[in-house]
């Protein structure tokens, strides 16, 4: 059972379309800004300091994930820059304790979870996760679920309450970057997920339903991005061969092409143990 939370909102002007500061008994805390309030904003310190933030079309269910050293100045730039947002919340440490690095691993946190979440992102890919020390990693992913709570009490659903990181599975190459999960009998790639469109010519030989299969994915739920294409939806797949199958364009052992988080294979982490179903080979599901 979850324990009681409160969160506190404070009015800036005391009106509800105006500036708020949303508190929930954290580290951090999040202002909320419409855009036409941006020079209401531009004397609070805290937000001169690192944040991580999310421009929002709050009609449209667009969302942007981003991190800067100084919110303020960048928020600015976005104002000249980027039109079609009418909402900033910034999240920034209640005193001044988060670093570049801190943040910047923060972003690359919230764009993989927003990916998997109900409203469209405007970033690309994930930013590459840079170095933390370990004593941290705990305290980044509570700011993280902090925020997550944050936005959603707003009614954002930008990170979705969903898988934490340790139960994702990674499939990445140079041209494939994606996520995917257990979900009861299913194994589920993630939306966002970039995946190269190339094949092994003897896997689309051998396996021409696969083939088939693939194709069909990436015209109902891909975003052509030239030689390799992004899932819009979560796409479930019977197996993780299955899905490693899809994800590489060739025959694959799952056990060692998915890894989780730290760079361990499923095989490092799960074999031996009760799996949530066995994994089948290419051959058990196309059999002659």
Partial sequence: MSSPRLIQTYLLDGTLEGVRIIDCESTVKAFVIPRLKLNDIKNREELSWPALYFLINSENGIAYVGESESFYHRVKNHDQNKNWWDIAIAVVSTTNELEKSDIKYLESLAVERAQAGSMQ???????VRNNI????????????????LLLTSLGYDILPATEKADEIWYCRTKKTDARAVFRGNQFVILAGSVIDKTVAPSWAKSWPKSLQERNEIFAKYGEDLGDSARLRENVPFKSPNHAGGFLTGRNVNAWTTFTDVDGRTMDEVIRGKHSPFAILSDRERNPA
Wanted: charged residues 35%; aromatic residues 4%; without cysteine.
């Fill in 121 to 127: 992102i405007e970033n690309r890919v994930a930013p």
């Fill in 133 to 148: 020390h370990e004593f941290k990693l705990h305290k980044l992913q509570k700011i993280l679920d902090d925020t997550q």
